[in-house]
């Protein structure tokens, strides 16, 4: 009798024990999935404040970039020249539609390069000779938004870049500045997506830039407590139709 009781003991506390570990995992996701929660809305608040700001100065995100702060989606005004016969295509969907964003380096008046983001173009429009009226000549005013460099590939599942066929999928600074014969010393260390002021022509299309920021932490942390809270009235429930039967 006593060996029955000492065991169903046992059996009680390591119950109790796997009870609390597990009511302690869960919460702590949940909580965690809190917290991410306010960083997202933080980080949204603070992209929605950037993209509002009048446009800078270049010589203004450079500096935001030398302090080390976040400059991404940040409005930039630019002036210099486009180097047609040196753009670079990024492989990509736009309304629907396969093509590619078009990447041509701006000469700047200090004679540096920078890399805008023009638009889209149509798949069969990679060929600038199929769209030569929005391909200017004069020098340019550009307003778009900042975008940070990659330091690598954000992904294993994203292909390699295809240089020799000049297919990007995915925007490496330096190969694209390498294949267009421009040493990387004298090319800005980010990208300008242009905004969507129509060009000659209709090609390319801008205003790209897509900011998909997933926001689903509170979803998570529902689901985390809902399971906590699930796991404690079954244990609960479970406990007390066992002293019942006792």
Avoid: C
């Avoid at 700001?53 to 450079?62: G, K, T, V």
């Avoid at 990387?184 to 920021?213: C, H, M, R």
Wanted: net charge neutral; glycine share 8%.
């Amino acid at each position: 009798m006593a060996e029955g009781t000492a065991a169903g003991r046992t059996k009680f506390v390591v119950s109790l024990v796997l009870l609390v570990v597990a009511l302690s995992v869960l919460v702590s996701l949940g909580t965690w999935q809190v917290r991410r929660l306010h960083w997202k809305e933080a980080l949204i608040a603070d992209i929605e404040a950037r993209r509002t700001q009048p446009p800078a100065q270049l010589s203004e995100i450079e500096a935001m970039a030398t302090r080390g702060e976040d400059f991404e989606y940040r409005p930039v005004r630019v002036e210099g020249r486009f180097l047609n016969d040196r753009e670079r295509h990024f492989f990509a969907t736009f309304d629907g539609r396969t093509g590619y964003y078009v990447y041509t380096p701006f000469e700047l008046d200090d004679r540096r390069f920078l890399f805008v983001n023009r638009g889209f173009i149509p798949y069969e429009m990679k060929d600038p000779a199929s769209r030569r009226e929005g391909l200017p000549e004069s020098r340019q005013t550009v307003t778009g938004l900042a975008r940070a460099r990659l330091a690598g590939k954000p992904s294993w599942v994203v292909p390699e870049n295809d240089v020799a066929g000049d297919i990007f999928y995915w925007k490496d600074l330096s190969a694209m500045a390498a294949s267009a014969g421009l040493a990387e010393q004298n090319v800005v260390q980010f990208f300008v997506d242009a905004d969507a002021t129509p060009v000659a022509g209709g090609w390319p299309k801008g205003g790209v830039t897509q900011i998909d920021l997933p926001n689903d932490h509170l979803q998570y942390a529902i689901t985390w407590y809902g399971l906590a809270v699930v796991l404690l009235v079954i244990s609960i429930t479970a406990f007390l139709r066992g002293r019942k039967q006792e």
